[in-house]
């Protein structure tokens, strides 16, 4: 599974990054950046609560072969 991000979507109050510190970071505005997208085993279930936490669903998990806005990614 990977871990994507709606920049446009996001409020920036940090849950995911509360829940996800291994793969979720802040930037100097206080914003999540994604520092890993792809999501270990070991972390799944905290990356499910954390997009599921996540008040604007700007947080995705995705299969690995997803597509992103239409592109492979
Ligand atoms: S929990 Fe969602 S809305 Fe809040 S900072 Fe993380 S991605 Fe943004």
């Known amino acids: 599974m ?3 991000l709606d920049p446009s979507s996001c409020d920036g109050f940090g849950f995911c990054m509360g829940l996800l510190g291994e ?3 802040g930037d ?3 914003f999540p950046i994604i ?4 999501v ?14 996540c008040p604007r669903k700007a947080l995705q998990l ?5 597509c992103a806005g239409g592109r492979p990614t």
């Open 28 to 30: 100097e505005w206080g």
């Open 40 to 53: 270990p085993a070991e972390l799944e279930s905290y990356a499910r609560q954390a997009v599921k936490a």
């Open 35 to 38: 520092k890993e997208a792809n």
């Open 62 to 66: 995705v299969p690995e072969r997803a």
């Open 23 to 25: 793969l979720v970071a």
């Open 2 to 4: 990977r871990l994507q």
